[in-house]
């Protein structure tokens, strides 16, 4: 089984950058998959950030293409999100997720996910 796991500050300032990093654990089998970051704003529903795939192609939520990057460091198992200029409305539980396809409704994921990260916008 896959494991992973979300890392990052839990407090980050406005107009600042959000860094997270999801480290993946576990068996390894030879499939093609598509790395995803979503977030969840208190009392809202999930939203998808973006995706990266095994092979470094990304696919990013229009509404936050411009303030995003998702990269790889595929010697630690790990795949990065940067937000940038960051508002309180950015504030939510973050989460990574590994799925066999491309998967721009989170509800519909039948991969594996993180547990989440909580993530404060404030000054």
């Known amino acids: 089984q896959v494991q992973l796991q979300e890392s990052g500050p839990g407090l980050v300032k406005p107009s600042q950058t959000l860094s997270l990093t999801c480290t993946v654990s576990g068996d390894s089998i030879s499939n093609y998959y598509y790395w995803s970051w979503i977030r969840q704003p208190p009392g809202k529903g999930l939203e998808w950030i973006g995706s990266?795939?095994?092979?470094?192609?990304?696919y990013y939520n229009p509404s936050l293409k411009s303030r995003t990057s998702i990269s790889w460091n595929t010697a630690k198992g790990q795949f990065t999100l940067q937000l940038r200029s960051v508002t309180p409305e950015d504030a939510a539980v973050y989460y990574c997720?590994?799925?066999?396809?491309?998967?721009?409704?989170?509800?519909?994921?039948?991969?594996?996910w993180g547990q989440g990260t909580q993530v404060t916008v404030s000054s």
């Open positions: 997720a590994r799925d066999n396809s491309l998967t721009t409704t989170p509800e519909r994921s039948r991969g594996s």
């Open positions: 990266i795939t095994d092979d470094g192609s990304a």
